[in-house]
């Protein structure tokens, strides 16, 4: 499932500063800025019973799926600002004995729901005999009022530029997204999507929340269950996100997962005839690095402009690890791109391509609508995010000082994580409301953790059990980000636990082979 996305931000210009500061360079991306932080107030407020969704039949061509729209308020705790009309989706239950409504979120944040349920819903064929598929997209991502910066992505800093002016105009980047997103920017996040959620089951009719999360739909839900414990029904969250660690902390624990993973494939490579980097695995990761480490210097130039950075080979690389399935294509794409010069193998798995406007439910959606929302959302979700009142040469320090243990942990990986610790430079830090989940007193839920895991580690499914205290933990030996499509073990238990409530205490696993 491709839209169980990472968590990692885009950042635009800060890679400015940290080329400055004798990092890799990448390119430029896209990210917006919220310009309010989101409530600090972990009530929820009260809100009138929504209407019953109108559902017709959606005009993506997906047998039986239908779509339909609800308005809720932009503010919940003052109505009277207005509303916002969010897009959703469903697949009526196919058996005979129908439970109600499961309610899923595929990741990101960023990703459209009702596009990804239309590409994705053959996986989900079992729970969707017993229940109603439904999805949406959260306030600000796809058709659901979409933020954007308006293609202003590149600020034009040249390369060189000095502290001062690289974050001035990451403060510039502020008011491109300000400009350009309407007034949904200041009323996004997890707990704005949250209540949302909560409203979307009353239109359901539902009187408990039943839920399938993964990737940072296992934030959506934790924070649900947070705020809304007796509403919660069955709920699984499958690739589990951090409630608790500062953002310098996620980035590096993020850099050891990717590594982790991208360590596991070398592994597997070096056992594969005609694998580029031999039979040695300590070889194959030096020259893993090295490579990254040469494209950075000397990119690849192409015929129309444009360049392959080692940034830029180390997202394809991020991409592929998401799913076994992606690894021996990714061999093939560095066999190329070490033989021959050829990027366009890796570039298929997931390199810098411009995107195009796209259309949800009829609406249309700006080109860089996935990347701002992910990096608004991650911004309004953590108080530690925003640095805006320090001083230039403070920040620089701090970025000299991370960026050592970021490339001892990974050369591949950890300059561009260390770039997301300036990705909310510019406004307000964030809610400190998830990072004071502890133990909400929610009914029992399934939390899923994969070993292998390049963008939640494992560590993160135990540490999420804790701080919800109700949880059982699946602990899933293989590779890949997700669980559910990749194991029938998995879906056997989620599914056993989601339609018959089957749930055992203390942590059970599934193998990788299963």
């Not at 990101?108 to 017993?130: H, K, W």
């Not at 058709?143 to 600020?155: E, I, K, M, Q």
């Not at 008011?175 to 309407?182: A, D, F, K, N």
Request: glycine share 10%; hydrophobic share 40%; charged share 20%.
């Amino acid at each position: 499932m491709h839209r169980i996305l990472s968590r990692t931000a885009a950042v635009g210009c800060a890679a400015v500063l940290l080329a400055a500061l004798a990092l890799a360079p990448a390119p430029a991306a896209a990210g917006s800025l919220p310009s309010a932080a989101p409530p600090r107030s972990a009530a929820p407020a009260p809100s009138a019973a929504p209407a019953r969704i109108d559902w017709r039949p959606c005009e993506n061509g997906v047998r039986d799926m239908q779509c339909g729209t609800l308005d809720v308020p932009l503010d919940h705790a003052v109505p009277a600002k207005g509303t916002v009309t969010l897009a959703l989706a469903r697949i009526p239950a196919t058996g005979r004995h129908r439970l109600g409504s499961l309610l899923l979120n595929f990741g990101g944040p960023g990703a459209s729901g009702v596009d990804t349920l239309a590409g994705t819903a053959r996986e989900f064929a079992d729970l969707g005999e017993a229940y109603d598929l439904v999805t949406f997209d959260p306030r600000g991502i796809g058709g659901s009022a979409p933020v954007s910066c308006g293609g202003a992505l590149d600020t034009g800093v040249p390369p060189g530029a000095d502290a001062a002016a690289a974050l001035a105009s990451l403060r510039a980047v502020v008011r491109q997204c300000e400009r350009h997103s309407g007034p949904v920017l200041p009323y996004i996040g997890t707990v704005y999507a949250a209540r949302d959620l909560d409203l979307i089951r009353q239109a359901l009719g539902e009187r408990r929340l039943d839920y399938l999360g993964f990737s940072y739909g296992t934030r959506l839900g934790a924070v649900y269950a947070a705020q809304f414990p007796r509403r919660t029904g069955r709920m699984v969250l499958d690739g589990v996100d951090t409630l608790t660690e500062p953002l310098a902390e996620q980035a590096l624990v993020s850099a050891q997962g990717q590594q982790r993973a991208f360590d596991n494939f070398l592994t597997w490579c070096a056992h594969q005839r005609g694998c580029v980097y031999g039979t040695n695995t300590r070889l194959a990761k030096e020259r893993a690095a090295a490579l990254v480490a040469r494209l950075d210097r000397q990119p690849l130039a192409g015929w129309d402009g444009s360049y392959f950075t080692g940034q830029d080979a180390a997202d394809a690389i991020g991409a592929a690890l998401y799913s076994r399935e992606l690894w021996p294509p990714l061999a093939r794409g560095l066999a190329m791109l070490e033989r021959d010069e050829d990027p366009s193998g890796l570039l298929e798995l997931g390199g810098p391509v411009a995107p195009e406007d796209e259309e949800v439910t009829g609406r249309p959606v700006p080109a860089d609508n996935e990347a701002a929302a992910l990096t608004a959302v991650n911004c309004a979700d953590d108080p530690d995010r925003s640095a805006d009142g320090r001083e230039p040469a403070a920040v620089e320090r701090d970025i000299e000082a991370l960026s050592a243990e970021f490339r001892a942990v990974s050369p591949v990986f950890g300059p561009r994580q260390l770039m997301t610790v300036l990705a909310c430079y510019g406004r307000p830090a964030g809610t400190d409301f998830i990072r004071r989940i502890d133990r909400p007193g929610a009914p029992r839920m399934l939390l899923v953790g994969t070993r292998g895991d390049p963008a939640t580690p494992y560590r993160w499914t135990e540490e999420t059990a804790a701080r919800l205290g109700s949880a059982v933990v699946l602990d899933y030996k293989g590779d890949g980000h997700g669980a559910y499509p990749a194991s029938a073990c998995v879906r056997e238990r989620v599914d056993a636990f989601l339609i018959d409530g089957k749930l055992p205490s203390g942590t059970r696993s599934c193998p990788a082979s299963g």
